[in-house]
């Protein structure tokens, strides 16, 4: 007798812990809300939905945030429950960010990047020649409202973003120019900080053979430089620019070009690493003011030359290096 009496008094007690611990959770409310979550490297999580108290219902999660470049919107966060079972309306998902400019489609990049006192230079690579570390970042570049702020001689920088329908879509961080398609600034300069160091067209060592900056082959560069007005008037005292160009494989074609040149006609010399020797002269082509087609039997360092010979219009135009494949 006394041995079912003590089972009968621990039955009683657990359930007497039950019941309170029942009452509890009525008196605080139901389960909290989740957390929304942010994709894509943006910043914001949902705050979770706040309990209800047994009298009034849970508060809905609150919105999540994106601010990341280019990262999508959190998630809202799931609305609390309240003591009677009813589960109160999820909090908003968050704003998501713009308009990509790089995608699945997108098969070409060409960029150009300056400002008025450095001068301009420009970039330009297939999808296959990117980096995986740049296609990264490219997909995460998006566009953001145009703030209507301009910033007069600020850096510009212009993606021009070919798809595999030959569609050229064009984007830029800069609202001077009134587009409806601005890329956002921040991310846009540290995409540029990461391309080769590519030469800005006003680069004043270009005047003299002595401090001639170096330029490389199959880079991607296509690099700045500038014909003044003063130079215009009299081509033919203006004096020439100069370029040191890096080779390290020998026996490899190699196709010098200077495009962009306007009305402008150029000269431009290959020469020896002193700059005393002309070993080739490049000639008018269909896709370039000026070519040079030229095969280097040893590597080493190489002199560029190129001289203003004639023609109006002064400002930008550019050089750029790259080997000459089978296909090409």
Not at 134 to 141: H, N, Y
Not at 225 to 241: H, I, Q, R, V
């Amino acid at each position: 007798m006394m041995k079912h009496l003590g089972w009968s008094l621990v039955l009683l007690t657990v359930a007497s812990a039950c019941s309170s611990e029942t009452s509890d959770v009525a008196a605080s409310g139901g389960n909290p809300g989740s957390a929304g979550r942010a994709e894509a490297g943006s910043a914001g999580r949902a705050e979770a939905g706040a309990a209800g108290d047994g009298h009034r219902p849970a508060e809905a999660g609150a919105a999540g945030d994106s601010t990341g470049p280019g990262g999508q919107a959190g998630e809202g966060g799931a609305g609390g429950s309240t003591d009677d079972g009813t589960v109160t309306d999820a909090g908003a998902g968050g704003q998501s960010g713009g308009e990509a400019i790089w995608d699945d489609s997108s098969t070409r990049l060409r960029l150009t990047s300056g400002d008025f006192f450095s001068g301009y230079f420009g970039y330009e690579r297939s999808r296959a020649q990117l980096s995986r570390a740049q296609l990264q970042e490219l997909a995460q570049l998006r566009t953001v409202p145009n703030s209507g702020e301009c910033l007069e001689d600020g850096t510009d920088i212009v993606f021009e973003i070919t798809d595999d329908a030959g569609h050229v879509a064009q984007f830029e961080n800069n609202s001077c120019n009134a587009s409806d398609r601005i890329v956002d600034p921040a991310a846009a300069e540290h995409f540029v900080q990461g391309l080769p160091p590519c030469l800005p067209s006003k680069d004043p060592r270009t005047a003299a053979l002595a401090s001639a900056p170096s330029v490389a082959i199959d880079d991607g560069c296509q690099n700045g430089l500038f014909t003044s007005t003063s130079s215009e008037a009299n081509p033919g005292d203006a004096a020439p620019m100069w370029l040191r160009l890096t080779v390290s494989d020998a026996n490899v074609p190699v196709l010098l070009e200077l495009t962009n040149c306007g009305q402008r006609t150029f000269k431009l010399d290959l020469m020896d690493e002193a700059g005393e020797t002309v070993l080739d002269t490049g000639a008018p082509a269909a896709t370039s003011c000026q070519a040079l087609n030229h095969t280097f039997s040893a590597t080493g360092s190489y002199v560029v030359r190129v001289t203003l010979t004639g023609g109006t219009g002064a400002g930008d135009f550019t050089f750029r290096a790259n080997t000459v494949h089978a296909a090409d």
